[in-house]
C-alpha cells in the first residue's frame, strides 16, 4: 500500500501555509481542481515539472495559486504549486502532497473549476488520509 508523501510545510490544516510566492500579489491564491489527462503520476514530491492545459486555464493561474490535479477518473493524486508559466498553454507547478492511488473526488472530470477554501481542505484531509 502506497503512503501519501508530502512537503514538510504543508499539513492536513495547512494549506495555506507555502504561500511565499502569491504573498508578493495583492490577491487571494486561487485554489483549482484540474482534470489532466497526462499528469505525471511518478513525480515525487519537491518536485517541479510543466503540465499541459487550456489557454483559459493557464491565464487565470499566477505563481502561488494551488492546483489539485486528477485524471478525469474522478480521483485526485496530487495538489502542486503554481510556480508560473511554462509557455504556450503550459504551466509549471510544484508537487506538494501526492497519493500514487488517488483518492475519489466529484466532478474531477469537468475539465477544471475553482475550489472553495472548504473543499481544498478537504481534499487535503483525504489525500492524506488515503480515502
Known amino acids: 500500500m502506497y ?10 490544516h495547512g494549506s495555506n ?7 508578493l500579489s495583492n490577491r487571494q491564491p486561487v485554489r ?10 511518478t513525480k515525487g514530491v519537491g518536485q ?4 499541459d492545459c487550456t489557454e483559459k486555464m493557464a491565464a487565470a493561474l499566477q505563481a502561488g495559486d494551488r492546483i489539485v490535479l486528477g ?7 496530487t495538489i502542486g504549486t503554481v510556480m508560473g508559466n511554462a509557455g504556450d498553454n503550459a504551466i509549471s507547478i510544484r508537487y506538494d502532497i501526492f497519493n500514487h492511488v ?4 466529484e466532478h474531477s472530470d469537468q475539465g477544471y473549476r475553482i475550489l472553495s477554501q472548504e473543499e481544498f481542505d ?3 484531509i483525504k489525500l492524506v488520509r488515503g480515502y
Open 3 to 12: 503512503q501519501t508523501e508530502m512537503l514538510s510545510e504543508v499539513h492536513a
Open 17 to 23: 501555509v507555502g504561500h511565499v510566492l502569491s504573498s
Open 32 to 41: 483549482l481542481l484540474a482534470s489532466v489527462p497526462e499528469v505525471q503520476v
Open 48 to 51: 517541479i515539472s510543466s503540465i
Open 71 to 77: 485524471k478525469g477518473d474522478n480521483r485526485v493524486y
Open 102 to 105: 488517488g483518492v475519489a473526488v
Open 122 to 124: 478537504m481534499i487535503i
